[in-house]
């Protein structure tokens, strides 16, 4: 059962209040990427272990998305989050501290569960957006998040490689404490609709997808699309130490290449208030493909995976994007735990990514790599291609 309550308006001052905070959590997922071969030296692990910490920090990330953030339905919102980041800083502070490679995948693990706090944030906005501009708001702030997630990764390369891994974490540590500070002063209140238990509330999500073919095919999409957005991102490290002899700071320097995509996916946004969604998603589903062919053929071409970066993120955060717009057309009442379905099945997909990354490299090294994206991103654009007219009927 739901009921009205006065919800606040978005302002411009709240609206960059949940771009920089999500784009700042956000950011603690990605930041063992570019570290990954630092660490395997460090624990004197192979790079496939080393892996792990980015695999299970994405499985962490669905299994929060799973039990908190529908919270978010029947608990106030910024409560619920100045509460979570409390526990992001310890798991940062255990990641830092970690004395050995188990400690540090189980780090990840928790890492990837308490950072969740931009998947409240979104839903949020599209809450308390006018209708009318909802795509461009959610564009705007998930081009601060991915932003975010892709800078993380040229901050981290750089602090690796001059002050050692583990002091990313510690520095992510005292960001996350002045965003608690930012959240606590700047953030509205946004009370919960949902009046029920917590039982109820997750069994409606079942109902959810059962009812929901738009939420059920844009979660398909964007699962495939992580996973091959994860493929190439776990992998870059060590593709670029064994073909240019290059370390971390030089794999996270490709996150300034891709920022420019993410940049340009930001302008789906707008496009998505005013463009049938099935062609957009066809053109942003076709540049992934593009992408991981020229990937194919840039092993040893900077200039080539520069290229590819930028078209490959592009591709994925406008698909993404474009889900969310769809997605949060849905129930009102419900946009929390629409976007746990549709989260969960993303990070899930790219987990899947990561492992299948850290499996084939070592038999296969970068053609391997490529042709799991060219695989993933072909089977996205042919399940697109022939639910056409379910999307049809339901957009």
Partial sequence: MAVTTHKPHLTTTTLWVMTLTTGLVVANLYYNQPLLHDMAETFHVSNGTAGQVSMLTQIGYAVGMFFVVPLADMVERKRLMLINFAFVVAALLLTALAPNIDILILSGFLLGCTSIIPQLLVPMAAHLADPAERGKKIGFIMSGLLIGILLSRTLSGFVGAHLGWRAMFYIAGGIMMLMWLLVYLLLPKVEPEYKGNYGKLMHSLIHLVKNEPKLRLASLRGALCFACFSAFWTSLVFMLKQNFN???????????????????????GRLSDRMDSYKLSTITLALVLI????????????????????????????????????????????RNRINTVYMVTYFIGGATGTFLATRIWGTYNWPGICAIGIILSAVAIVIHLITRKTMQRAV
């Fill in 246 to 268: 290059e370390g971390s700071d030089v794999a996270g320097a490709f996150g300034l290449a891709g920022a420019f995509g993410a940049i340009a996916a930001g302008l789906v």
């Fill in 291 to 334: 992408s991981f062919i020229i990937f194919w053929f840039s092993a040893y071409s900077i200039a080539g995976l520069i290229a590819g970066v930028i078209i490959m993120d592009m591709g994925v955060q406008a698909t993404h994007i474009s889900n969310q717009s769809i997605i949060f057309s849905l129930d009102p009442a419900a």
